[in-house]
């Protein structure tokens, strides 16, 4: 596909990344010519200087031949104005803008036709609702769903204590007394997909495939006591706070905000009435003791800083919170941030940005063509959802008889929403769906790219 990139910022990068990668023909547009440089220095790419929502600008890359715009600068204004003017000078190309602001979220959805938006992507309200879901079902550091909400890959901690520790994955069974499967394993900053005979060691992650239904089974047969958040600590009063707190509301959950600057906590104050807002710095031990941090139910930082969000989340840990959730604007480097106790983390650039490469992925490949696609293992692995057509290979055949790459591990089997958990007698039909893991980089595009033959 040919596809336009307006901003060259944290999502514009990871997009020209993820999209260069798989074979894309990328136009990357942005005003500032260091951006571009450092660009073009690492990706096989055009660039062009210049401000995207501007007709000319847009005619010198070449909008009228794009298949695909993403607006994805600072500014939700550019942003919408970009996909409207791309809009009129291409009607038959596809395009994604990504809006940030609360007072847009309404406009955005219900002027869509208008603004020739294809796709809302809202980095902050996707990076709460991961929050949300966390919060909502603590006890995991990831979760990710497929088969209409029915199946689960969920990131699990080995800690010292766990009767995981030192045992194969063939002895899992007799452990954990629910039918799961370990389908891939970080250990260092390093992804595995493991066989029976690979050993668990302590601080592993684990990523388990299971039927929602057992996950509760899973946590009690392992000895972990999960309860739901009553007291949540948010750490930050950006955009992230704000949408998380709305999400919440029903939940039950007591929420308090803490943030700095006296005029944003004046704004939070009369935009969540039934919020508490604490104006303080989150920086400083006597005012996190203060606040009660150790007798939180759960601590989120979401200040701007990374470096202070690591650091309060490594405090909150020290206090024995039961759950932390930390952002990261740069989570990059795995190897370091595995060996730091700050609970789940979260990019809402990763996010925002792997959730458009899963709508190009479907507009490239309608037919055949992944139902939901996940990264997990810090992004060095997928699993990703097929549904079963008729000219998909080895329909009715048992496990063991077929042949799939050595990256490939088929993982769940769908009829409906019954989950099977796939042995070597399992067999798949027509209809059904399923979830395979792979390593990002296979590049798995059809179902049938799993098998040998």
Same mark, same amino acid.
């Given at each position: ?227 739901? &958040? ?5 750490? %930050? @009063? /950006? +955009? !992230? ?8 509301? *029903? $939940? ?117 063509? &992944? ?5 997990? %293992? @810090? /992004? +060095? !692995? ?8 008729? *000219? $998909? ?61």
């Amino acid at each position: 596909m040919k596809i336009l990139i307006a901003g060259g910022g944290k999502i514009g990068s990871a997009l020209t990344e993820q999209l260069s990668g798989e074979g894309h023909e990328l136009t990357v547009i942005d005003f500032d010519p260091d951006v571009l440089e450092d660009i073009q220095e690492r990706y096989d790419v055009i660039t062009v200087l210049g401000n995207a929502a501007s007709m000319a600008v847009l005619e010198m890359a070449d909008v009228k031949s794009a298949n695909l715009i993403i607006a994805a600068t600072d500014r939700d204004e550019v942003n919408m104005l970009t996909c409207l003017t791309a809009h009129r000078m291409n009607p038959k190309a596809v395009t994604i803008g990504r809006i940030r602001n609360p007072e847009y979220r309404y406009q955005a959805y219900e002027m869509r036709d208008m603004f020739g938006l294809s796709l809302a992507v809202n980095p902050e309200q996707r990076a709460a609702h991961e929050i949300a879901r966390l919060l909502k079902y603590p006890g995991f550091l990831s979760i990710d769903t497929f088969a209409k909400g029915n199946a689960d890959i969920v990131e699990l901690k080995v800690d010292a204590n766990s009767p995981l520790k030192n045992k194969t994955l063939s002895q899992l069974p007799n452990i954990i007394h629910t039918k799961v499967l370990v389908c891939a394993v970080q250990r260092n900053g390093e992804t595995f997909m493991p066989d029976g005979h690979f050993t668990i060691r302590e601080n592993d992650l684990l990523f388990i495939t299971a039927a929602t239904e057992n996950l509760t089974h899973l946590l009690r047969n392992l000895g972990i006591i999960a309860k739901k &958040a009553k007291r949540v600590l948010i750490m %930050g @009063g /950006g +955009k !992230i706070s704000y949408y998380l707190v709305q999400e919440l509301q *029903d $939940t039950g959950m007591e929420c308090t905000i803490v943030e700095k600057d006296h005029l944003r906590c004046e704004e939070l104050a009369s935009q969540l009435p039934n919020v508490t807002i604490v104006e303080g710095d989150a920086s400083s031990q006597e005012f996190l003791d203060s606040e009660g941090v150790g007798y939180s139910d759960a601590v989120v930082t979401l200040t701007g800083m990374d470096e202070l969000n690591i650091v309060i989340s490594l405090y909150a840990h020290t206090r024995n919170v039961s759950q932390v959730i930390t952002k990261l604007s740069h989570a990059e480097n795995n190897k370091i941030l595995d060996s730091l106790e700050i609970g789940s983390v979260i990019s809402p650039k990763e996010l925002a940005s792997f959730s458009i490469v899963r709508y190009v992925r479907a507009i490239q490949h309608k037919e055949g063509g &992944a139902i939901t696609i996940h990264r997990i %293992g @810090g /992004g +060095k !692995i997928e699993a990703i959802e097929f549904e079963v057509k008729e *000219d $998909t290979k080895h329909v009715g055949e048992q496990l063991r008889n077929i042949k799939t790459r050595d990256d490939v591990l088929i993982c769940a089997i769908t009829d409906h929403r019954k989950i099977e958990i796939p042995s070597g007698s399992s067999r798949f039909a027509v209809g059904n769906t399923m979830v395979v893991v792979t390593s990002s980089i296979s590049q798995i595009r059809q179902l049938n790219d799993i098998f040998e033959d």
